[in-house]
């Protein structure tokens, strides 16, 4: 008996390696380690928390200004007062610290960190913010805390960590035309449930996820948390050094995959030819429906953005539906950075959402949250490319969410009804 | 010794009801956003809630965003302890860090109906049900979690010990 333990205990997953690494020791699911952090990030919600409680420890200095961000995307540029107070408290601060300040128009904070070289494969990364998990698309194994741990992490450079079990998805085939990863991801969490993966990690593997570009392969990390998970996480391949091989020298980081005889929770397959265009409906994120069986519902307000889907191979799936047409329900575009955003304007997709009757708004997480650049009416049915449906999630207790692919959500503002992509090719 | 009437939830209550995005990102005014505290799920509660109730919940309370509002506003509302089938992790270190004590119990939602006074040895992890006359055994808090709580969240306890719990004495 103890021989086969002994055996069994040898395989990692990818989580419990760099967790181990980080904190110096040999860890496994369950244990409770302290771990070095690479870099950590708050936000406009929840970084003047974060700062407030520095203060209440008596903490002036950070460990290390360089590791450390603070982002100006939920509410930016601010819609009234109390914000703007809390946002000039936050450059202040930062600014006496020396530490990096993403202000106002640069993006959503899960979109900067990896694009700007923050975040290095195989350490660990920290974000005041629930969707921070999506940094595990590059291999690293990253998680959404509060502001008081940010606090600590800002002192110190280090977090206590219960080292996650790991839920395995494998996904292989070929993705039927129309259908993305933000449909994988979806389709997965209707399986696993809001709270199946609560504690986990969610790892993916498998054909379908290597033909994934970096850019897709974070929507479905992104969006690990709504089933409960810690972090979603992909080991690193060739299109992921290809990503970071302009930001990181390669002795900056780790390549890290997991063991074939490693321990998993649970596991689930999936194969890509049998996946359809999925809808995630009001108001749970695991409410996921077909996209047929909601067709002709009538939309009034279409988002496309977020951290989830507002990168530039999103934005060039909706360019390529609004070009010549135009938008029959109130339409926000958002790109995720100001990198993307330029990126799109050079690429004309700005001029042809403009064009489509499309507001475009400056980078930074748009009406997602709810208090700003789009609060939809009570009453008003909103197809968004987001992460979260929740009832009031943005700002009417009484609008109605549907969570789709760029796709699906473009489609649908040119129609003014929710459209399956696969009904117009 | 915790004592007090409980507010019974459902499962999946997430941190948008517990304190809606369009409050929170305005102030660090936790008496001010407390008013609101609940109100996507319930807007009565804060209104009627009191001193050293206690919250029953199902499986996974606190779920979503990060934001450390959301166990604020419950402790500033008056809830003494949240008592749930499970959490959502983040929420749950928040609780803790913010000095706000949360027992995982699973199937207390049946034991316990909508204004049941308990009495809660956190310690022990013992609750016990006074209107019905039984008790419950919930899954012990680890100790550092409970200094942590002891203190009145993790910023006071650096300031009294200038240490954080997992760093060696």
């Known amino acids: ?425 | 010794m915790i004592r007090g009437k409980v507010w019974k939830f459902p499962s999946d209550v997430n941190t948008d009801y517990i304190i809606p995005g369009k409050y929170k990102f305005k102030t660090l005014d936790m008496k001010e956003l407390a008013k609101h505290a609940m109100e996507g799920i319930d807007s009565e509660f804060a209104g009627k809630v009191e001193k050293g109730d206690v919250i029953v919940a199902g499986k996974n309370f606190g779920m979503g965003s990060s934001r450390e509002q959301a166990p604020l506003v419950l402790k500033y509302a008056g809830v003494s302890l949240i008592i749930a089938e499970d959490f959502a992790r983040i929420f749950y270190r928040n609780a803790f860090n913010v000095g706000l004590p949360v027992l995982i119990c699973p199937g207390i939602s049946e034991k316990v109906d909508q204004g049941d006074v308990l009495e809660v040895d956190l310690e022990k992890g013992k609750i016990v049900n006074k209107t019905k006359g039984t008790e419950i055994s919930a899954s012990p808090i680890p100790q550092f979690l409970l200094e942590v709580v002891d203190a009145g969240g993790l910023a006071a306890y650096y300031k009294k010990h200038n240490r954080f719990p997992w760093e060696k004495k």
């Open chain 1, 1 to 425: 008996m103890l021989l086969l333990k002994l055996v069994r205990r040898m395989g990692k997953t990818i989580s419990e390696k760099i967790l181990s690494e980080a904190s110096h020791s040999d860890a496994y699911a369950g244990d409770i380690v302290v771990a070095d952090v690479s870099f950590a990030m708050a936000q406009d919600g929840t970084a003047p928390l974060t700062i407030r409680a520095l203060e209440e420890m008596g903490i002036d200095r950070v460990w290390d200004k360089e590791k450390i961000a603070l982002v100006f995307d939920h509410n930016a540029p601010s819609p009234n007062e109390g914000v703007s107070k809390l946002h000039a408290m936050m450059r202040n601060w930062g600014r006496k610290q020396g530490v990096i300040l993403y202000d106002v128009g640069s993006g959503v904070c899960h979109q900067l960190l990896p694009e700007q070289g923050h975040v290095v494969p195989g350490s660990v990364v920290v974000g005041a913010d629930s969707h921070t998990c999506t940094y595990g698309a590059l291999g690293a194994f990253a998680t959404g805390i509060g502001s008081t741990d940010m606090a600590a992490v800002f002192a110190s450079g280090k977090l206590w960590f219960r080292v996650p079990e790991t839920l395995l998805v494998s996904v292989n085939g070929k993705l039927p035309e129309g259908v993305y990863s933000k449909d994988i991801v979806l389709t997965v969490i209707g399986k696993v449930t809001a709270s199946g993966a609560n504690y986990m990690a969610v790892e993916y593997e498998g054909d379908t996820i290597r033909e994934l570009s970096v850019e897709a392969r974070m929507t479905l990390c992104n969006m690990a948390i709504e089933m409960g998970g810690k972090t979603g996480i992909i080991a690193p391949d060739s299109k992921t050094i290809e990503y970071i091989k302009e930001k990181l020298a390669e002795n900056q980081y780790q390549v890290f995959s997991s063991d074939p005889d490693a321990d998993y929770a649970s596991m689930l397959e999936i194969d890509a030819s049998d996946l359809i265009p999925v809808v995630a409906c009001p108001h749970a994120v695991d409410n996921v429906k077909p996209v047929v069986e909601v067709e002709g519902t009538s939309v009034d307000q279409v988002y496309i953005g977020t951290c989830t889907n507002g990168r530039i191979e999103d934005l060039r799936i909706a360019a390529k539906v609004f070009k010549n047409n135009r938008v029959k329900a109130l339409t926000i575009i958002v790109p995720a950075s100001r990198e993307i955003y330029l990126q799109a304007l050079r690429e004309g997709l700005i001029e042809i959402f403009v064009k489509a009757g499309a507001v475009v708004c400056n980078p930074g997480c748009g009406p997602c949250v709810g208090t700003h650049q789009g609060v939809p009416s009570p009453g008003y049915t909103v197809v968004s490319t987001a992460n979260r449906n929740f009832r009031g999630r943005m700002g009417s207790d009484e609008a109605e969410i549907y969570l789709a692919s760029p796709h699906t959500a473009a489609l649908s503002a040119i129609r003014g009804e929710i459209r399956d992509p696969r009904s117009e090719r």
